[in-house]
């Protein structure tokens, strides 16, 4: 079966700092990937999303970016965190039979504080 | 551009009793799917029902269905016999379909919190 974990859970960072988020897809190939980040009461944005290795479409211009150096591998970074940064990420994917229905698996979110 | 609105922030239900969220959504394409998520304490993604633009039938799956108005771009979900575990927020999504397979953006609303009260 297929599982998705990212990593870390939960993370606390002072202004200026740099990010790493991970998320890793286990059981699929060549799935798509996503992350999506949800602000304190409110809906989830799409940040990034990836069809295939090296390949991201970025929906929202920020001081964040992704990369795909594997094809079941994820990572969200940032140079240096700005406070507005703040949030909850999530990681997901869709790939094999789920993919002809749009259907996303999401993983379990990392919540990110800047202070 | 593709929208979707959940226009209630938050509602409330008593434990076994049926409460229906509303979401609505904006496109000009006529093949897409409709999703509603559930986002508990856990704070875990998880599906609670999907539904085909192109099926004219209602999708259900046990307790929780949907009255889709593909005319009234319309969309709510309701959930009979309301369980404490249903407490959570839900999210209405929506995902265009092209020739070949589902597109590749899932685009959310802003969730209703749903509490159920004992």
């Known amino acids: 079966s297929q599982t998705i974990h990212q990593w870390p859970a939960t993370l606390v960072q002072p202004v200026g700092s740099p990010l790493s988020l991970e998320c890793t897809v286990e059981g699929t190939s060549n799935p798509n990937l996503y992350w999506y980040r949800q602000a304190a009461g409110r809906g989830l944005q799409l940040l990034f999303y990836s069809v295939g290795i090296g390949q991201i479409s970025s929906e929202v211009p920020q001081n964040l970016s992704a990369s795909r150096p594997q094809d079941r591998q994820f990572i969200l970074s940032s140079k240096k965190l700005l406070l507005s940064d703040s949030g909850f990420y999530l990681c997901?994917?869709?790939?094999?039979?789920?993919?002809?229905?749009?259907?996303?698996?999401f993983g379990e979110g990392s919540r990110l504080t800047v202070l | 551009a593709q929208t979707v609105t959940q226009s209630q922030p938050e509602m409330s239900v008593q434990e076994a009793e049926t409460v229906t969220l509303s979401c609505t959504y904006d496109?000009?394409?006529?093949?897409?799917?409709l999703f509603w998520y559930k986002q508990p304490p856990s704070r875990q993604m998880i599906l609670v029902i999907r539904q085909e633009a192109y099926k004219q039938q209602n999708a259900t799956e046990n307790r929780f269905s949907v009255n889709f108005q593909k005319a009234a771009k319309s969309f709510s979900l309701k959930i009979s016999d309301s369980q404490l575990g249903d407490t959570a927020m839900y999210f209405c999504a929506f995902m265009i379909l092209n020739y070949g397979g589902a597109t590749n953006k899932l685009i959310f609303g802003t969730g209703t919190l749903l509490a159920v009260q004992p």
């Open positions: 997901a994917w869709r790939g094999g039979m789920a993919g002809l229905t749009g259907e996303l698996f």
């Open positions: 496109t000009s394409e006529n093949n897409y799917y």
